[in-house]
């Protein structure tokens, strides 16, 4: 593996970052109203980045092995791992974003189904209690 393998690793690896970003900015922008499946299709996409991930990583260090050296200094590589960082730590920060607006939406489902099960057990009441039978209404009309 020459110069222009790794060249090509590095763009492989530049690729699948930027899309694995491109997920978190996704997912932030419609974590308000997408349904289940297209998380699950998100989680799906962004796993099939991270193997991806993993495979390039693999290469890169059998290459290495292969060379007889423990890492390899290069102006490309030095650069990518900068852009790894600054790509990585953008993720983390609008996963982290994603997962609060998320927290604060099923608080919010989670007040309307208590709201709607106390709404629920009042009129169950209401109408086991007599006052409010519709069959009675309906007896007397």
Same mark, same amino acid.
């Not at 060379?67 to 590589?77: F, K, N, Q, V, Y």
């Given at each position: @593996?020459?110069?222009?393998?790794?060249e090509t690793l590095i763009s492989r690896?530049?690729?699948?970052?930027? $899309? $694995? $970003?491109a997920e978190a900015e996704d997912l932030l922008r419609n974590v308000d109203i997408w349904g289940p499946e297209a998380f699950e299709g998100a989680i799906a996409r962004r796993q099939g980045n991270i193997e991806e991930l993993f495979d390039i990583d693999t290469c890169l260090v059998k290459y290495l092995k292969?060379?007889? @050296?423990?890492?390899?200094?290069?102006?490309? $590589?030095?650069?990518?791992r900068t852009f790894k960082e600054t790509a990585t730590n953008r993720i983390l920060e609008l996963d982290s974003l994603s997962i609060a607006l998320a927290g604060e939406r099923l608080a919010h489902l989670q007040s309307e189904i208590a709201a709607g099960a106390r709404g629920k057990t009042a009129i169950v009441s209401y109408e086991s209690s007599g006052r409010g039978s519709r069959q009675n209404w309906n007896d007397i009309a």
């Open positions: @593996m020459g110069r222009e393998a790794i690896w530049k690729e699948q970052y930027q $899309l $694995l $970003l292969d060379a007889g @050296m423990e890492t390899i200094r290069d102006s490309r $590589l030095d650069e990518f």
